[in-house]
């Protein structure tokens, strides 16, 4: 059994972005609006957010 997470693909082409934020960071998904697999997840840093 794999312990990596893997990207999934699927062939839908509708797929949306959202943010998830933590204090400072957030976690930016990429999920297509057909399935629903998650197909990238992004972690990055707001810095509109420092404050
Ligand atoms: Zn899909």
């Given at each position: ?43 990055g ?7």
């Open positions: 059994m794999l312990s990596i997470i893997r990207r999934l693909f699927c062939n839908h082409t509708d797929c949306f972005s959202y943010r998830k934020y933590n204090d400072f960071d957030f976690t930016e998904y990429n999920k297509c609006s057909k399935c629903g697999k998650i197909l990238d997840c992004i972690k840093f707001d810095e509109d957010l420092r404050g």
